[in-house]
């Protein structure tokens, strides 16, 4: 089993900037894609970005392309979710979670493994 631990959420205004980190243990990190999802009040989970197993490649929602970038250190077995120009519209729960594939899936059944979250709020 894997564990995964967010840190680096708290509160920005609207423009300002936010790196997000997910620190994994307990299983192999660099055999698998890694991804950020985010949940805000009253709606569903939704994918954000997410990475291959070596870090060639990447993907992102429509929402955060160009703003957001996805990184991994896998000799640090850690995943980045830098966020610039952060909007009000971006505050939601973000989760980080591990693939069941080496790729960089977009899809939330994809995702076998889950953090607790870290809390991001944008104010205006």
């Known amino acids: 089993q894997v564990q995964l631990v967010e840190s680096g959420g708290g509160l920005v205004q609207a423009g300002g900037s936010l790196r997000l980190s997910c620190a994994a243990s307990?299983?192999?990190?660099?055999?698998?894609?890694m991804g950020w999802f985010r949940q805000a009040p009253g709606k569903e989970r939704e994918f954000v970005a997410s990475?291959?197993?070596?870090?060639?490649?990447?993907e992102y929602a429509d929402a955060v392309k160009g703003r957001f970038t996805v990184s991994r250190d896998n000799v640090k077995n850690r995943v980045d979710l830098q966020m610039n120009s952060l909007e009000p519209e971006d505050t939601a729960i973000y989760y980080c979670?591990?693939?069941?594939?080496?790729?960089?899936?977009?899809?939330?059944?994809?995702?076998?493994?889950w953090g607790q979250g870290t809390q991001v709020t944008v104010s205006s």
């Open positions: 979670a591990r693939s069941i594939s080496m790729y960089a899936a977009t899809h939330g059944s994809a995702f076998g493994s």
């Open positions: 990475i291959s197993w070596n870090g060639e490649s990447t």
């Open positions: 307990g299983r192999t990190f660099d055999n698998a894609g």
